[in-house]
C-alpha cells in the first residue's frame, strides 16, 4: 500500500511539474479580441503578422532549422542572419541575408545592427519582427578546461552578445510590434558540474528572458525562452563531448526543437521546455535542493567522455 501511494505521489509530482515548467502567459498571448478561450493559431497563421526574422546562429543547428521551417510557413519572410558562417540554405525564393558578425566582439555587434537597421527600413519596412537569440556554445572539462579564454567568450556569446542585440533592435520591435524567442537549455534549470559556466549562462538566458517579457507586458512585444534538452547537432563536438555521450534515446532532432518553439510562440508562452523527457529532467532539477541537484549531475556529467573542443 505505501508503494501504491509513493508511485500515486510520484506521478502527480511529475504531472505538476509538466504543468509548472510551461507556464502559459495570460493577457499577453497576442490572441484576437474575440477568439475562443483556448484559440491557438496554426503555426503559418500565427507567422503571417510577422514581415522579418533577426537570427543569431543560422548557420547551423537549431538556428538553421529556424530559417528553414518559418521560410517555408511563410515565405514572404524576410532572414537576417548573424553569425561568423553563412547559413548553407538552398530554399527557392527564400529570402536569406547574411550579417557576418563574431557575437563575442561587441564592436561587430554594433556594426551588424546598424547594417540591419538601415537594411530593414529599406526592404521589410513594416509588419512584425521577430529577433531569435539562438547563437551558444558550450565546453565540456574541469573548469577553466579548455582555457579560460574560452569560457568568457562563451559567456560574451551566450550572454552578453544576447543582451547587447535585443537592446539594440528592442526600439524596432516596440516600434513595429514583435517577440524575442531567447534559446535556453534544460542545463538553466540546474547546475551543470564540468560545464559549469554554460549552465550557469544558461540560467541566466532563462530567467532575463522571463522577466523581460514581464517588463513588456502591454508593449506588442514578448519574449518566449526556449530550454531545449539533448538535440542533435554540432553543440556536443563542439563542446568538446565524445559522439555517444548523449544517448541518442534522449536526443530530439533540431526540427522538433524549432516546431515546439513556434507552437509555444503561437499560444503565447513565456517558457517552453521541449520534450516530455527533458519537462522531467528540468522539473527534478528545479525542484530539488540545489546542491543536491549540483551532486548527482556532477556524477552524470563526469561520465561524459571528454574530445578536444573545438572552437
Ligand atoms: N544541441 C543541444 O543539445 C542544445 C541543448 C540545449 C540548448 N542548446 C542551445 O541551442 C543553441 C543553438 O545551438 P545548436 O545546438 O544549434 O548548436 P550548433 O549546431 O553548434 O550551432 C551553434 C550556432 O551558434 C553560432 N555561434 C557560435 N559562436 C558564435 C559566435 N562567436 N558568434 C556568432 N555566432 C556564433 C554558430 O555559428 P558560427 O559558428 O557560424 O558563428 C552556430 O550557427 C545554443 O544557444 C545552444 O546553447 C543546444
Redesign the pocket.
Given at each position: 500500500m505505501p508503494e501504491t501511494i509513493s508511485s500515486w505521489l510520484f506521478w502527480l509530482f511529475i504531472f505538476l511539474g509538466l504543468v509548472w515548467v510551461e507556464p502559459s502567459q495570460a493577457g499577453n498571448t497576442g490572441r484576437a479580441k474575440n477568439a475562443p478561450l483556448n484559440f491557438v493559431p496554426s503555426l503559418s497563421e500565427a507567422l503571417q503578422s510577422f514581415s522579418a526574422v533577426i537570427v543569431?546562429?543560422?548557420?547551423?543547428?537549431?538556428?538553421k532549422s529556424f530559417i528553414e521551417l518559418m521560410g517555408k510557413l511563410h515565405p514572404g519572410l524576410t532572414f537576417c542572419n548573424?553569425?561568423?558562417?553563412p547559413p548553407a540554405i538552398k530554399i527557392s525564393g527564400l529570402k536569406l541575408n547574411h550579417f557576418a558578425?563574431?557575437?563575442?566582439r561587441p564592436a561587430e555587434i554594433a556594426a551588424a545592427t546598424a547594417a540591419i537597421g538601415s537594411f530593414l527600413a529599406q526592404v521589410a519596412p513594416v509588419g512584425k519582427v521577430l529577433l531569435i537569440n539562438?547563437?551558444?556554445?558550450?565546453g565540456y572539462g574541469h573548469f577553466p578546461e579548455p582555457q579560460l579564454e574560452h569560457q568568457l567568450e562563451m559567456i560574451d556569446?551566450?550572454i552578453r552578445g544576447l543582451v547587447d542585440l535585443t537592446g539594440r533592435f528592442l526600439p524596432l520591435l516596440r516600434a513595429r510590434g514583435g517577440a524575442i524567442i531567447n534559446?535556453a537549455?534544460?542545463?538553466a534549470f540546474q547546475p551543470t558540474p564540468y560545464m559549469a559556466t554554460y549552465g550557469a549562462s544558461?540560467a541566466f538566458v532563462l530567467h532575463w528572458s522571463l522577466a523581460l517579457n514581464e517588463e513588456l507586458r502591454g508593449t506588442g512585444v514578448r519574449a518566449l525562452a526556449v530550454c531545449?534538452?539533448?538535440?542533435a547537432?554540432?553543440?556536443?563536438k563542439?563542446a568538446g563531448l565524445q559522439l555517444g555521450s548523449v544517448s541518442p534515446a534522449l536526443s530530439m532532432t533540431?526540427e522538433q526543437v524549432v516546431e515546439i518553439s513556434l507552437r509555444a510562440l503561437a499560444s503565447g508562452r513565456a517558457q517552453v521546455v521541449t520534450g516530455w523527457k527533458n519537462k522531467v529532467t528540468a522539473f527534478v532539477g528545479s525542484k530539488l535542493p540545489k546542491p543536491l541537484v549540483a551532486r548527482v549531475a556532477a556524477k552524470v556529467l563526469a561520465r561524459y567522455q571528454l574530445k578536444q573542443v573545438r572552437k
Amino acid at each position: 500500500m505505501p508503494e501504491t501511494i509513493s508511485s500515486w505521489l510520484f506521478w502527480l509530482f511529475i504531472f505538476l511539474g509538466l504543468v509548472w515548467v510551461e507556464p502559459s502567459q495570460a493577457g499577453n498571448t497576442g490572441r484576437a479580441k474575440n477568439a475562443p478561450l483556448n484559440f491557438v493559431p496554426s503555426l503559418s497563421e500565427a507567422l503571417q503578422s510577422f514581415s522579418a526574422v533577426i537570427v543569431t546562429g543560422g548557420s547551423s543547428g537549431i538556428g538553421k532549422s529556424f530559417i528553414e521551417l518559418m521560410g517555408k510557413l511563410h515565405p514572404g519572410l524576410t532572414f537576417c542572419n548573424l553569425s561568423r558562417r553563412p547559413p548553407a540554405i538552398k530554399i527557392s525564393g527564400l529570402k536569406l541575408n547574411h550579417f557576418a558578425c563574431n557575437l563575442s566582439r561587441p564592436a561587430e555587434i554594433a556594426a551588424a545592427t546598424a547594417a540591419i537597421g538601415s537594411f530593414l527600413a529599406q526592404v521589410a519596412p513594416v509588419g512584425k519582427v521577430l529577433l531569435i537569440n539562438n547563437s551558444g556554445f558550450g565546453g565540456y572539462g574541469h573548469f577553466p578546461e579548455p582555457q579560460l579564454e574560452h569560457q568568457l567568450e562563451m559567456i560574451d556569446v551566450n550572454i552578453r552578445g544576447l543582451v547587447d542585440l535585443t537592446g539594440r533592435f528592442l526600439p524596432l520591435l516596440r516600434a513595429r510590434g514583435g517577440a524575442i524567442i531567447n534559446v535556453a537549455s534544460t542545463a538553466a534549470f540546474q547546475p551543470t558540474p564540468y560545464m559549469a559556466t554554460y549552465g550557469a549562462s544558461k540560467a541566466f538566458v532563462l530567467h532575463w528572458s522571463l522577466a523581460l517579457n514581464e517588463e513588456l507586458r502591454g508593449t506588442g512585444v514578448r519574449a518566449l525562452a526556449v530550454c531545449p534538452g539533448p538535440t542533435a547537432t554540432d553543440f556536443s563536438k563542439r563542446a568538446g563531448l565524445q559522439l555517444g555521450s548523449v544517448s541518442p534515446a534522449l536526443s530530439m532532432t533540431s526540427e522538433q526543437v524549432v516546431e515546439i518553439s513556434l507552437r509555444a510562440l503561437a499560444s503565447g508562452r513565456a517558457q517552453v521546455v521541449t520534450g516530455w523527457k527533458n519537462k522531467v529532467t528540468a522539473f527534478v532539477g528545479s525542484k530539488l535542493p540545489k546542491p543536491l541537484v549540483a551532486r548527482v549531475a556532477a556524477k552524470v556529467l563526469a561520465r561524459y567522455q571528454l574530445k578536444q573542443v573545438r572552437k
